[in-house]
């Protein structure tokens, strides 16, 4: 037990900042959050002022989930003191335990794939909205290319600051890593707004355009795309970039010729974590996005919002059917 102990806190970390940041569930359940807040008073009430104190009470909670976490993992050194080798992990019948294991896996699956999907089929085959579908493919093409662009400029930020977090020691590196995260530990919503107040101040045509947007997915996902990659980069040993330099290569050389294709793999399923993240985001496209850009997900909640679940069925099976092929690619990549 002990041991699961830093699993445990992590996990509930990730599931904490997710749900206190978390817009598109809260806001169809009309459950009344700081998330909720903020999107109302910075949209219908037009009070920045009042939806800026909510960001910052937002950002308040982030850090208090943050600092308790760091409080809580402070001397938990689960390391072996022994260099020898580990024992391998035995195998544990479960005996009578077996079918209510099954039941529980099979639960899980019918909660969260059954069910839904059951739903959306549903309420498509309730009635046929053709202004709905008629809009599905230009919905579509967005999200696709949004996802896309953010997936590459994502990938290409997480490579250096994943090689520097893991080539290089020293406070420096470590903080440079570290402030990668700052973005995805920000609720959606308080980056938004912190990128919309500072746009008007510094750069007012950047406003609503979809460069502007890219970025957004760029800084609040490159936490997601660090961690495949730094996997990737333990597995290629150093050895081979110092035998690349001793041959006569340079420095750059030996990452273009060596390391990259090492890290293929990784950068491939970076990609993919990023753009399905970014097919599904909502908070930061309803806020950022240019006037008439539509994703699958805003169609959704735009839909769902106006209670016309069967105009919204359509937008939400194709998002499900993206994710899902894009799900079994990344699951077929680490099986190899």
């Given at each position: 037990?002990?041991h699961?102990?830093p ?9 904490g900042?997710?749900?206190?940041g978390?817009f598109?569930?809260v806001s169809?359940?009309?459950?009344p ?9 910075y ?8 939806s800026?104190?909510?960001?910052l ?20 050194f ?8 580990a ?12 079918p ?7 639960a ?17 085959g309730l ?9 599905l493919?230009?919905?579509?093409k ?7 662009l ?6 290409a ?18 903080v440079?890593?570290?402030a ?12 938004a ?35 495949p ?20 290569v ?25 753009f ?18 539509e994703?699958?997900?805003?169609n ?8 016309q679940y069967?105009?919204a ?8 059917a ?14 190899e």
């Amino acid at each position: 037990m002990p041991h699961l102990r830093p699993a445990w806190l992590s996990g509930s970390l990730l599931i904490g900042l997710h749900t206190l940041g978390d817009f598109s569930v809260v806001s169809l359940m009309r459950y009344p959050t700081f998330s909720a807040a903020i999107y109302q008073q910075y949209t219908a009430a037009y009070d920045r002022v009042y939806s800026a104190w909510l960001a910052l009470g937002l950002l308040v909670l982030t850090g208090a989930a943050l600092w308790l976490e760091a409080r809580f993992m402070r001397g938990v050194f689960l390391s072996r003191v022994s260099p020898a080798t580990a024992r391998k992990p035995g195998v544990v019948r479960l005996g009578r335990l077996r079918p209510l294991a099954w039941g529980f896996v099979a639960a899980l699956a019918v909660l969260t794939l059954v069910l839904p999907l059951g739903t959306m089929l549903y309420w498509l085959g309730l009635e046929n909205n053709p202004f709905a579908w008629a809009g599905l493919l230009d919905a579509l093409k967005s999200a696709l290319g949004a996802a896309a662009l953010a997936a590459l400029t994502t990938t290409a930020l997480a490579l250096p600051l994943a090689v520097i977090g893991s080539r290089f020691t020293g406070r420096w590196p470590r903080v440079i890593e570290r402030a990668a995260y700052l973005g995805y530990a920000t609720p959606p919503l308080a980056f938004a707004l912190a990128l919309i107040f500072f746009v008007l101040r510094v750069v007012p045509p950047l406003y609503q355009t979809l460069p502007l947007l890219i970025i957004a997915y760029t800084l609040h996902f490159v936490a997601e795309a660090i961690g495949p990659i730094r996997s990737g980069l333990v597995r290629a040993t150093p050895r081979l970039e110092e035998a690349a330099r001793v041959l006569g290569v340079s420095r750059a050389g030996a990452l273009r010729r060596v390391t990259l294709p090492l890290l293929g793999p990784g950068l491939g399923v970076s990609a993919a974590f990023v753009f399905l993240s970014v097919l599904k985001e909502l908070p930061l496209t309803l806020l950022l996005a240019p006037i008439g850009f539509e994703t699958l997900a805003r169609n959704v909640w735009s839909y769902t919002e106006e209670a016309q679940y069967a105009s919204a069925a359509p937008y939400a099976l194709a998002l499900a059917a993206v994710g899902a092929v894009l799900t079994g690619l990344i699951l077929r990549r680490e099986r190899e």
